[in-house]
């Protein structure tokens, strides 16, 4: 760590001196080695992309059966990848490793919130996918039920996704932050025949007794005949005789062996669904084979992976379509070795993760905008505190990252000589869509610059869906691709027209605006509904935001839309300050100064709330329509999915003692 990262003063002047360069070119070292290296790959993925998508896959996967067909078309929007293929996802991710003779590589070095450490090998990783397998066949599952996972961050939820795969059951994770009611919607939605889940869970210190919850909301759940419990904190839970078993007993119980079955390409392999703020949640549908394909190769290009020496962390969550692809199965399926982290980025200390990255010798990480800015936040003395010398490339995920966190994130964490892969994608398309390429892309702070290649995107005007050469519009994908989502479970009408009704049976309506500049480069505003318009003027939120972060006293920001008699909406900002940054007049004022340099005058904030903190999920995404509720005076729906609870109550104290002043 440079002497300038310690120094608050000299690292904001050289950030803002950054400011001012366009683009960043990939260092000349990591280029000469890069697995891609050369710009014509582009040209050959839009040559022909089925047929590179299908290299790919025959590349990077061991069929049982290779496919003959590429992409089966002749159905929009219901498209099929490699159909005639069989494949197996936990025999990719496990079985061919160890025969290969790598079942003595670490898998997952775990670290636990208390300190814990298991180092799982790729050996050990199979036999209790297979164990676990034989065993959930034992009670009654089959080929095509749905199982339910809700786990925290613990090897075993990589072991229960597996051995789902193996036999092929679909599994329907749950995100451990969510309350036992989602679950239950969830459970109840999928028709799941069983559900996997936990005694306890640890967060910050605390322990929640997760079985008991479940317990109060699974009450008259026809399809549901078994609940798995695994021993992870030793509390006491309530055990239903007849219904639930332990996990430890019933894997001891298992025969060893367990032949991964080859599954048909297109069977499915796990619903997600995304939650929904206004309607019901959207159970996203992945299948085998396109998807695997996906994954493998965006985790192994985009990041430059090279399994035999890179450790590789993605920050997320297994409960979200991130740790789905680059915490189990891309990873894996690239016989990589990962770190899984349970715990909160400040705990046991705020700088648990470098600390982390120092131990495990951490290579890749790969995290969210809303980490980077609440390191930010911190200060930059904590991370050069620690060695963080292995880390050679960085990645962003979640959301788009303002400028002056991808700079941060830069110089602080990657030292100036780790390049940024900031990465756009969905839930719905399984994958990495639009990304720079470490060896070849020159890239901008803020821009997840252009498509993957064999990947098809258009910025487009949202009344006539032409291509906006340079310009702001929607965002859309213009052709199919192998990790795409095939419908929404049990709703095809519902998975037309959400995403395919605007333009056509054949353009994905992606919902996040967008726009493209002079060079071609994408730039994503945000969801579509994430846009403020104030007397006419349509502004993004993520724009006004990233304009106030870049005043030197502010850490995070988060901007709604809020309602005004003058000008239809105005701009309410809820504002984190860096430090011991104290709130003033004059800070207000530079921070609307700020914006209007930026943007415009017409985008200074109406009013600017100061916050402590922001209500995030614990995967870290902020959760805006809790701030709109809060700033119109509405009642607050459930808050206990929230990272910290808490975050609403001082919010509340503090709108309030504004109205006193008024």
């Known amino acids: 760590m440079s002497e300038m990262g310690t120094d608050g003063a000299a690292l904001e002047q050289e950030l803002e001196r950054m400011l001012e360069i366009e683009k960043f070119e990939p260092p000349a070292e990591f280029r000469e080695r890069a697995l891609w290296s050369d710009p014509a790959i582009y040209e050959e993925a839009a040559a022909d992309p089925v047929a590179w998508w299908t290299a790919r896959s025959k590349e990077l996967l061991d069929w049982d059966v290779e496919p003959t067909q590429g992409l089966d078309d002749s159905n929009p929007p219901f498209y099929k990848w490699f159909e005639d293929g069989r494949i197996n996802a936990s025999a990719q991710c496990l079985d061919r490793h160890v025969a290969a003779g790598n079942g003595g590589r670490v898998a997952y070095h775990w670290r636990g919130e208390e300190g814990e450490r298991r180092d799982v090998t790729y050996a050990e990783l199979l036999d209790s996918t297979r164990r676990f397998a034989n065993a959930l066949k034992d009670l009654g599952v089959e080929k095509g039920d749905v199982v339910g996972i809700y786990l925290p961050m613990i090897p075993e939820v990589a072991v229960a996704m597996l051995?789902?795969?193996?036999?092929?059951?679909?599994?329907?994770?749950?995100?451990?932050?969510?309350?036992?009611?989602?679950?239950?919607?969830?459970?109840?939605?999928?028709?799941?025949?069983?559900?996997?889940t936990v005694d306890g869970a640890r967060r910050k210190g605390k322990t929640a007794p997760i079985k008991q919850q479940v317990d109060e909301e699974m009450g008259g759940l026809g399809s549901l005949k078994t609940i798995v419990v695994i021993r992870s904190t030793g509390i006491e839970?309530?055990?239903?005789?007849?219904?639930?078993?332990?996990?430890?007993?019933?894997?001891?119980?298992?025969?060893?062996?367990?032949?991964?079955?080859?599954?048909?390409?297109?069977?499915?392999?796990?619903?997600?669904?995304?939650?929904?703020?206004?309607?019901?949640p959207k159970g996203i549908l992945h299948t085998t084979g396109g998807y695997l394909t996906g994954v493998a190769a965006t985790h192994r290009y985009v990041f430059d992976l090279r399994p035999e020496t890179d450790v590789w962390w993605c920050a997320a969550d297994v409960g979200w379509v991130t740790g789905h692809s680059y915490i189990v199965y891309g990873p894996l399926a690239n016989g990589a070795t990962s770190v899984m982290w349970e715990g909160a980025p400040d705990y046991p200390h705020k700088g648990a993760w470098w600390e982390t990255v120092q131990d495990t010798g951490a290579t890749i990480l790969y995290a969210a905008p809303t980490a980077i800015r609440t390191f930010i936040k911190w200060g930059a003395d904590i991370p050069a505190k620690y060695d963080l010398s292995s880390l050679r490339l960085l990645g962003s995920v979640g959301e788009p990252i303002n400028p002056k966190a991808w700079l941060w994130y830069h110089q602080v964490i990657g030292g100036g000589r780790c390049p940024i892969v900031d990465t756009w994608w969905q839930t719905e398309t399984g994958g990495i869509m639009i990304t720079p390429l470490p060896g070849i892309t020159a890239?901008?702070?803020?821009?997840?610059?252009?498509?993957?290649?064999?990947?098809?995107?258009e910025v487009v005007d949202e009344r006539t869906g032409e291509p906006v050469a340079e310009g702001q519009g929607l965002l859309m994908l213009e052709k199919p691709w192998p990790s795409m989502l095939r419908t929404l479970y049990k709703e095809d009408d519902r998975f037309v027209e959400t995403y395919f009704s605007k333009f056509g049976e054949e353009r994905y309506l992606v919902g996040d605006a967008a726009r493209r500049d002079k060079d071609g480069y994408f730039w994503v505003i945000g969801r579509i509904d994430d846009v403020v318009n104030v007397s006419g003027h349509r502004l993004s939120t993520a724009e006004v935001e990233s304009a106030i972060v870049a005043h030197e006293n502010v850490?995070?920001?988060?901007?709604?839309?809020?309602?005004?008699?003058d000008t239809g909406q105005a701009i309410c900002a809820?504002?984190?300050?860096?430090g011991d940054t104290a709130?003033?007049?004059?800070?207000?004022?530079?921070?609307?100064?700020?914006?209007?340099?930026?943007?415009?005058?017409?985008?200074?904030?109406?009013?600017?709330?100061?916050?402590?903190?922001?209500?995030?999920?614990?995967?870290?995404?902020?959760?805006?329509?809790?701030?709109?509720?809060?700033?119109e005076g509405r009642a607050l729906g459930d808050v206990t999915?929230?990272?910290?609870?808490?975050?609403?109550?001082?919010?509340?104290?503090?709108?309030?003692a504004e109205g006193d002043e008024d």
Request: proline share 7%; aromatic share 6%; charged share 25%.
């Open 163 to 196: 051995a789902c795969a193996r036999i092929g059951a679909i599994h329907n994770v749950v995100f451990g932050g969510f309350s036992a009611e989602s679950v239950r919607e969830r459970m109840e939605f999928s028709e799941a025949k069983a559900l996997v």
């Open 237 to 280: 839970c309530p055990m239903t005789e007849g219904r639930d078993v332990f996990f430890e007993e019933i894997c001891a119980a298992a025969d060893p062996e367990c032949p991964a079955e080859p599954m048909e390409a297109e069977h499915p392999l796990f619903i997600l669904y995304t939650s929904g703020s206004t309607a019901s």
């Open 443 to 457: 890239t901008k702070p803020g821009s997840a610059t252009t498509p993957f290649p064999g990947v098809s995107a």
């Open 555 to 565: 850490a995070e920001a988060a901007v709604i839309g809020q309602s005004d008699e």
């Open 574 to 578: 809820f504002v984190t300050l860096a």
């Open 583 to 631: 709130p003033s007049e004059g800070l207000d004022a530079g921070i609307r100064e700020e914006v209007a340099a930026r943007i415009g005058k017409f985008a200074r904030p109406k009013r600017i709330v100061w916050a402590d903190d922001l209500p995030k999920t614990r995967s870290g995404k902020i959760m805006r329509r809790l701030l709109r509720d809060i700033a």
């Open 641 to 656: 999915t929230l990272r910290d609870p808490d975050v609403m109550a001082e919010l509340e104290k503090q709108i309030a």
